[in-house]
């Protein structure tokens, strides 16, 4: 297999889990969501359209204001992931075939089990080397031109995020403030294992022996 064609398959499949990962949470949102998530659903319930719709307003916002601070960190991929994950995400709210919420234990089960395939899917889409998410390269601009840590800056503008999420009246609750703590592990782990995958493919590539006819 091609080792372009690999990576982007690599990389719209972690676009999926990441926003399949997403309306599997949505579903549960009492419980608690991801301060984009809690903002996205508060923009949701004041102004209508979908979830997935202000997802994707919010990240050409973001990938604007990075294209004025700082456009190293926009490409292609950055740009496919802010228009796609939101409508995956509505696609599989749409099906209605996901678990709805019990009112029960059950539900931080279900929301654990969203949290870690959004963190496998997030793994994915890094690794896959396309780009990463029009969050991830705003943080990234602000931790430059402020010369904040990058986690200094996460905290910062997802904090201010979750104020605004909340004023708004998005769900915050409990697993809000665990959500990074368990995602990020996560997230960390299967990029190391993606990685490795991509790294494994380019080095078969490189010790194939070109203008050999198979």
Same mark, same amino acid.
């Given at each position: 297999?091609?080792?372009?064609? +690999?990576?982007?398959?690599? +990389?719209?499949?972690g676009?999926?889990?990441?926003?399949l990962?997403?309306?599997?949470?949505v579903?549960?949102?009492?419980?608690g969501?991801?301060?984009?998530?809690?903002?996205?659903?508060?923009?949701?319930?004041?102004?209508g359209l979908?979830?997935?719709?202000?997802?994707?307003?919010?990240?050409?916002?973001?990938?604007?204001?990075?294209?004025?601070? =700082?456009?190293?960190?926009?490409?292609?991929?950055?740009?496919?992931?802010?228009?796609?994950?939101?409508?995956?995400?509505?696609?599989?709210?749409?099906?209605?075939i996901?678990?709805?919420?019990?009112?029960?234990?059950?539900?931080y +089960?279900?929301?654990?089990s969203?949290?870690?395939?959004?963190?496998?899917g997030?793994?994915?889409?890094?690794?896959?080397?396309?780009g990463?998410?029009?969050? =991830?390269?705003?943080?990234?601009?602000?931790? =430059?031109?402020?010369?904040?840590?990058?986690?200094?800056?996460?905290?910062?503008?997802?904090?201010?995020?979750?104020?605004?999420?909340?004023?708004?009246?998005?769900?915050?609750?409990?697993?809000?403030?665990?959500?990074?703590?368990?995602?990020?592990?996560?997230?960390?782990?299967?990029?190391?294992?993606?990685?490795?995958?991509?790294?494994?493919?380019?080095?078969?590539?490189d010790?194939?022996?070109?203008?050999?006819?198979?």
């Amino acid at each position: 297999m091609e080792l372009k064609l +690999f990576q982007y398959m690599l +990389f719209f499949m972690g676009l999926i889990f990441f926003g399949l990962g997403n309306a599997i949470a949505v579903k549960v949102k009492y419980v608690g969501l991801h301060p984009w998530e809690v903002l996205n659903v508060a923009l949701y319930q004041h102004f209508g359209l979908t979830i997935g719709t202000w997802s994707v307003v919010c990240g050409l916002i973001l990938i604007l204001i990075s294209l004025i601070v =700082d456009r190293r960190y926009i490409n292609i991929g950055t740009i496919i992931n802010a228009i796609l994950i939101g409508p995956i995400m509505d696609f599989f709210l749409w099906l209605d075939i996901l678990p709805k919420a019990t009112n029960s234990w059950i539900d931080y +089960f279900i929301l654990l089990s969203a949290i870690v395939i959004t963190g496998i899917g997030g793994g994915m889409y890094v690794a896959a080397g396309i780009g990463a998410g029009p969050r =991830d390269g705003f943080m990234l601009s602000i931790s =430059d031109k402020t010369k904040l840590s990058v986690s200094q800056a996460r905290i910062i503008v997802e904090s201010m995020v979750l104020i605004i999420g909340f004023l708004l009246g998005g769900p915050v609750f409990i697993a809000t403030f665990i959500y990074t703590f368990i995602q990020s592990p996560v997230f960390q782990r299967s990029l190391n294992f993606f990685r490795i995958l991509v790294e494994t493919a380019k080095k078969k590539k490189d010790k194939t022996p070109q203008g050999i006819i198979m």
